[in-house]
């Protein structure tokens, strides 16, 4: 366990300055300078694929998976999502999923292959325990143009109820007596909106491109719903057609680079034949790459329509925004609503607006 510890975080010390012991018996320290060669009558150094087999048998689960990703993002073993076989003995989990889409412009081959796996495998485990929850939050407004057979105490209907039974009004009791009970469906069969989703791809959003990537793919499982979906930096990149599959989305798309906020608006706006039926949902930390002003005065132009504009400064499970407050507070004054969501509280506002 000490080996396997050691092969990682001995580098801690040499990024200090810290140089480990090179040469004497065994057990004597990696020096990360001579890539990890022990000196010595030492064992012999591990390889990267023995060294996380090791890691996986001798530790839990949860212990691996924080060693796993410590590789990863602190101290850059890129080699454990660049050689397929290392990559094939990698748990699948978001963390790794991250680690896939921030190198996969390194990978060829074999080794994309392997990564489009997990990948799909990450994101629909990712999909099927948001769908639920979010579908429940966007249908479970009661629709009393609706009947429902599903006789529930939450759902009955007094007013129907009571003008259906009047008939029945006992004089000598002076009691109504029901002889039909009508309810309410929760289930809001007729939505016709057109959701519009702008993702800014930037590094720093990349838990908000994920997590769009699979909203959009519920959203659009919804009754009456249209969805766009459309990739930003300096270009926009439609991927509306796209939808059904966010791996391939987030497969495609490239994280980083410049951002046009403004001109992904001006794409929205080219989308909306509705108006008071269209929601925008811009996904950006609003660290817009030129000047704001053609960006807030898109934000009015549709708000002035009667398009509803939602910006979301993080759409993750923590929801915890880095974004400029200057900005958005711009946004904000011609109409715009800002916030941090979860994903579940975004389909409540969607809800709340849908009804």
Not at 87 to 115: C, F, N, Q, R, T
């Amino acid at each position: 366990m000490d080996r396997c510890l050691d092969y990682l975080y001995g580098r801690e010390y040499h990024g200090r300055g810290v140089r480990g012991k090179s040469s004497g018996g065994k057990g004597g320290t990696a020096d990360p300078d001579a890539d990890n060669r022990y000196g010595g009558d030492g064992e012999s150094i591990l390889a990267i694929p023995e060294w996380l087999q090791q890691v996986r048998e001798l530790f839990p689960n949860d212990t691996a998976e924080i060693i796993q990703r410590h590789a990863l993002d602190r101290y850059g073993m890129t080699e454990l999502v660049t050689d397929p076989e290392v990559l094939k003995k990698l748990e699948p989990s978001y963390e790794l999923l991250k680690a896939v889409l921030a190198y996969k412009g390194m990978m060829k081959g074999e080794v994309l292959e392997v990564a489009r796996r997990i990948v799909r495998q990450v994101v629909e485990e990712l999909r099927r325990k948001l769908a639920k929850d979010v579908r429940r939050a966007l249908w479970g407004r009661l629709n009393k143009q609706r009947r429902s057979r599903l006789k529930v105490l939450r759902n009955l209907d007094w007013q129907r109820t009571i003008r259906a039974n009047l008939k029945n009004y006992d004089l000598q009791r002076k009691q109504v007596v029901l002889g039909a009970l009508h309810f309410s469906s929760r289930v809001e069969r007729h939505m016709p909106w057109h959701i519009v989703m702008l993702v800014d791809c930037s590094g720093s959003m990349m838990d908000s491109v994920i997590y769009s990537a699979v909203m959009a793919g519920i959203f659009k499982g919804l009754p009456a719903v249209r969805v766009s979906l459309a990739a930003f930096d300096t270009q926009v990149v439609d991927f509306s057609e796209e939808i059904d599959d966010p791996t391939e989305i987030l497969m495609s798309v490239q994280l980083g680079g410049g951002t046009n906020i403004a001109g992904a608006l001006g794409y929205a706006e080219s989308l909306v034949v509705s108006p008071t039926r269209t929601i925008v949902v811009l996904v950006t930390d609003f660290f817009e790459g030129g000047s704001p002003a053609p960006m807030v005065a898109s934000i009015k132009r549709l708000c002035e329509q009667g398009v509803r504009v939602i910006g979301l400064a993080a759409l993750n499970e923590e929801a915890l925004p880095c974004y400029d407050n200057e900005v958005a507070q711009r946004c904000v004054d011609v109409g715009a609503d800002v916030a941090a969501l979860t994903p579940i509280r975004l389909a409540e506002w969607l809800g709340r607006i849908l009804s």
